[in-house]
């Protein structure tokens, strides 16, 4: 080990306030840990557009209590430098481990700093606060949560006072104010901040209610899991107020466990995550399985479909936001519709056909929930925003109960969702989507494959020429600059390759459009063969 690793560790256990990982610590220290030790000195947890996000750990290159103060620290010096102190600032937070405490910590930091702090009195979805800081007039809001991460991740996700999260440059000028906080010793704290809990969700929840009309059907028999998050109680109480059943829980996974124990990982987009949810769907003859992600900001559904194995099938992200955006835009709303690139064309077609002005942005909330005169927006991610008036960001829990609505009316007329997405192939053509992931232990690889597809691109993808490439890292006059590549292909096909912006990967996204007569099951087995086909063209070509 050397001297200079070993001075950085001993620096950082004389300032860290927490037993826990200053135990951690020395003890790596005592076994003469260096690999491990270099992981964690070997650079600074990076604050970007999603904030922090990292293995909860000692170090400068986890989440900590000392990067946590710091993070705050810098925040509340930015919002001053910008004058933003006439409101509080709203803190939120799940139930991972440490999130009560990271949540403290900010809270008290911000007081330190003279600012105003308002802290959730308990856990609580992330949407919550998106909602909050429009109905408190708060100045900024921040919800310690790694979304659907692995159990050991935390992170720190970071909203302004219109309810968004922040972009460029807002990310860089707090990042370079976190940079500029000297010892730890120094940031002021102090311990007089409010607290909010029922008037701030009863408020949520009332708002939720209204979106269901009072002569909405409502029969409905529903499964439902938070997948040990924080998403249960309001759920159950939206469900409530909105007048239908209260789902029947998966008991497993009901209650906030910060380890996850009955999944790998932690997401209803991974293989298995959803699959207790389903048994108990099969055992009491539910009309439809709903999910959320632990934060409660995404929404996953799964539909019966005897075609499938198991008699059931989730949704992919795409096809249930084409469904919500045929239900909210087929009344014509005066406003936009959103998506992000990555997500399906279809959007932008439903929006065309209701003379609906339709948008597409970079991937992420932080650009969706921001268009001007947004009234739907999506990304195929499962994150849906259907109440963008109340909350700029996607929302699980409001998600949740419209889906409801529509499975009723639907139920109610003698149809299922998939009868719905037969009608949007048919009236559109059938838009089908999968996706290519490539998760790596080394970043390096994710750039290695960024530039391979840069120095050769492919000229055919499966059937389909490659029509057209937009390398995004350059930008438009539409979209910021970012690093990712869009393949424009024939018979409108399209694929778009990116880093992931959250986790170690690198991310493709596929699609193809069949037209469609009357025999959509064919369309799909069609569609289902071209994607296959491309997406080994498309592996091949980036060597992963």
């Keep these: 080990m050397t001297d200079d690793l070993k001075a950085a560790a001993e620096a950082w256990l004389s300032e860290d306030p927490d037993p826990d990982t200053r135990a951690e610590l020395q003890a790596l220290l005592d076994a003469g840990e260096t690999a491990e030790l270099a992981d964690r000195f070997s650079g600074t947890l990076e604050f970007g557009t999603a904030g922090l996000r990292g293995a909860v750990g000692a170090g400068p290159n986890r989440m900590n209590r000392v990067v946590v103060i710091r993070a705050a620290a810098g925040l509340a010096a930015y919002l001053k430098a910008k004058g933003l102190t006439d409101g509080p600032v709203l803190i939120g937070y799940d139930a991972r481990h440490k999130s009560d405490v990271f949540a403290q910590d900010t809270a008290a930091v911000m007081r330190g700093a003279g600012l105003d702090a308002v802290l959730l009195d308990r856990p609580a979805p992330t949407p919550v606060v998106a909602f909050g800081i429009g109905h408190l007039h708060a100045v900024a809001g921040v ?107 998966v008991a497993s996974q009901a209650d906030p466990d910060p380890d996850f124990p009955t999944v790998s990982f932690p997401n209803p987009e991974e293989p298995g995550a959803i699959d207790a949810a389903l048994e108990l769907a099969r055992s009491m003859d539910a009309d439809i399985a709903v999910a959320n992600d632990p934060d409660a900001d995404r929404c996953a559904v799964a539909v019966p479909d005897a075609a499938a194995a198991g008699g059931w099938r989730m949704l992919r992200g795409d096809e249930l936001g084409a469904l919500l955006g045929e239900f909210l835009l087929s009344s014509r709303p005066d406003g936009v519709a959103a998506c992000s690139i990555v997500s399906s064309s279809l959007l932008g077609k439903i929006a065309a056909s209701y003379g609906v002005r339709y948008v597409e942005t970079l991937t992420g909330f932080k650009w969706i929930g921001r268009v001007p005169e947004l009234v739907f927006g999506y990304e195929e991610a499962l994150g849906y925003c259907v109440d963008p008036a109340a909350v700029k960001d996607k929302d699980g829990v409001s998600t949740l109960v419209r889906v409801l609505q529509l499975a009723a009316q639907a139920k109610a007329a003698g149809r299922t969702l998939l009868d719905l997405l037969d009608d949007l192939a048919v009236k559109h053509g059938l838009h089908a989507t999968d996706q290519l992931s490539a998760r790596v232990d080394d970043l390096s690889l994710i750039a290695q494959a960024m530039d391979r597809l840069r120095a050769a691109p492919p000229t055919a993808l499966g059937a389909y020429a490659v029509e057209r490439i937009d390398d995004l890292s350059k930008g438009s006059e539409s979209l910021p600059p970012t690093d990712g590549l869009r393949y424009t292909l024939s018979d409108g096909a399209r694929v778009v390759v990116r880093p992931s912006g959250t986790e170690p990967k690198l991310k493709c996204y596929l699609e193809v459009v069949v037209p469609v007569t009357t025999d959509v099951p064919a369309a799909r087995a069609q569609a289902a063969t071209a994607l296959a086909a491309v997406k080994s063209d498309l592996a091949a070509a980036a060597g992963i």
């Design 143 to 249: 919800v310690v949560t790694a979304s659907h991460n692995p159990p050991q991740d935390n992170g720190y996700k970071v909203y302004l006072g219109d309810g968004s999260q922040i972009v460029p440059p807002a990310d860089a000028e707090i990042a370079a104010a976190i940079a500029a906080v000297g010892p730890l010793a120094d940031v002021p704290r102090g311990d007089d901040w409010q607290t909010t809990g029922d008037d701030l969700l009863n408020a949520y929840l009332d708002r939720i209610a209204q979106l269901v009309p009072a002569d909405a059907p409502r029969d409905l028999n529903v499964a439902y899991t938070p997948l040990h998050g924080v998403g249960r109680t309001l759920v159950e109480a939206a469900v409530a107020r909105a007048g239908f059943a209260v789902p029947q829980v």
